[in-house]
T-cell receptor, first 113, second 114 residues
Framework: DQQVKQNSPSLSVQEGRISILNCDYT??????FLWYKKYPAEGPTFLIS?????DKNEDGRFTVFLNKSAKHLSLHIVPSQPGDSAVYFC????????????FGTGTRLKVLA | DTAVSQTPKYLVTQMGNDKSIKCEQN?????MYWYKQDSKKFLKIMFS???????INETVPNRFSPKSPDKAHLNLHINSLELGDSAVYFC?????????????FGPGTRLTVL
């Protein structure tokens, strides 16, 4: 049972435009959400996170939106740059107990110059 | 200076062999993890150790045995390797108990079982 889903395996965006990556989850106990970026042959690197007490968190060009009623989060990158081309994973956890991360299957973003 | 390091980066071995992957972190975090990314790109947790104590064990075959000699190291030993063990294995570390816990990942070890 995949509790965290990224339904778009890939996305192509023109440089300078907005990239929107989506993530859905099923477990209402999740209260902390993260986005990781992964380049080939490297480990995932942390990008941005959001707690369930917020509905938006912003860090430079990256903004994460959380819609708890829809169990949906999204990552907005604006403006998109060629260096943003990577695989993006969303992850969710329950911040009590084991702090286990459940990852989505990733979305490959390609930013076209 | 690399925060989370893993050795080796690539490991090619025959079925039935025993192998180990080493992980070290220099962030001073108290919790370390092993994840497996299979051919379908699912990144799934296998184990977690907090202060050398096992806190997560996700229905992983007992051929896999994590060993934590100290808080900075979490090694993964795999006995009797099988074809299905081929994957990329990532080590990670974090601070358990923090409301904004972020896990930091190593570069991964690509294991190929022939």
């Amino acid at each position: 049972d995949q509790q965290v889903k990224q339904n778009s395996p890939s996305l192509s965006v023109q440089e300078g435009r907005i990239s929107i990556l989506n993530c859905d989850y099923t477990n209402s106990m999740f209260d902390y959400f993260l986005w990781y970026k992964k380049y080939p042959a490297e480990g995932p690197t942390f990008l941005i996170s959001i707690s369930s007490i917020k509905d938006k968190n912003e860090d430079g060009r990256f903004t994460v939106f959380l819609n708890k009623s829809a169990k949906h989060l999204s990552l907005h990158i604006v403006p998109s740059q060629p260096g943003d081309s990577a695989v993006y994973f969303c992850a969710a956890s329950v911040t009590s107990g084991t702090y286990k991360y459940i990852f989505g299957t990733g979305t490959r973003l390609k930013v076209l110059a | 200076d690399t925060a989370v390091s893993q050795t080796p980066k690539y490991l090619v071995t025959q079925m039935g062999n025993d192998k180990s992957i080493k992980c070290e972190q220099n962030l001073g975090h108290d919790t370390m993890y092993w994840y497996k990314q299979d051919s379908k790109k699912f990144l799934k947790i296998m184990f977690s150790y907090n202060n050398k104590e096992l806190i997560i064990n996700e229905t992983v075959p007992n051929r896999f045995s994590p060993k934590s000699p100290d808080k900075a190291h979490l090694n993964l030993h795999i006995n009797s390797l099988e074809l299905g063990d081929s994957a990329v294995y990532f080590c990670a570390c974090g601070r358990r108990g923090s409301q904004t816990d972020t896990q930091y990942f190593g570069p991964g070890t690509r294991l190929t079982v022939l």
